[in-house]
């Protein structure tokens, strides 16, 4: 499968550490977090994606406020200065360790935070930043890597 993810929600996903609009929300965000932590494809789209999903629900959900559309306009074109390519609707991303760790490190330094101003969870996301990203739920996927024969794995 693949998930959706408008443009900011590229930025959301570095520093989300299971905090959100509602219980709803962050069981569908923490799903959503394990599946690309898995390596999972991302498909980017114009609009609602998978993480508002249980916004959508509500009375006069933000996800399609002017401020959220051009909150998604800052973040392609931070993003795909840093990552060398397109980021815009239909464009399918398979990020790995080495990507995740460039947009975490970029988006500590504050180079791809265009998109943040205004933000209600900006000052969250800076102090999660600040912090390493400790206790963020999109890990970064590592490469699996074979025992040598002969040597047990570790704690054993």
């Given at each position: 499968?693949?998930?959706?993810l ?73 993003v ?57 739920r ?19």
């Amino acid at each position: 499968m693949t998930i959706r993810l408008r443009p900011h929600h590229l930025l959301c996903m570095l520093t989300y550490i299971g905090k959100g609009y509602s219980p709803d929300f962050t069981r569908n965000y923490d799903a959503i977090a394990a599946r690309i932590g898995a390596g999972e494809a991302l498909e980017v789209v114009d609009g609602p994606d998978d993480i508002c999903q249980p916004l959508l629900a509500t009375p006069n959900p933000h996800c399609y406020n002017d401020s959220v559309v051009e909150r998604d306009r800052q973040a392609a074109a931070d993003v795909a200065t840093l990552l060398g390519r397109t980021i815009g609707a239909g464009v399918t991303l398979l990020l790995d360790t080495t990507e995740i760790t460039r947009l975490r490190t970029q988006f500590a330094t504050g180079s791809i935070r265009t998109a943040c101003a205004g933000c209600e969870w900006k000052s969250l996301c800076d102090g999660i930043a600040a912090g390493g990203f400790r206790d963020v739920r999109v890990a970064s996927r590592e490469p699996h890597r074979e025992q040598p024969l002969g040597n047990p794995p570790p704690g054993l």
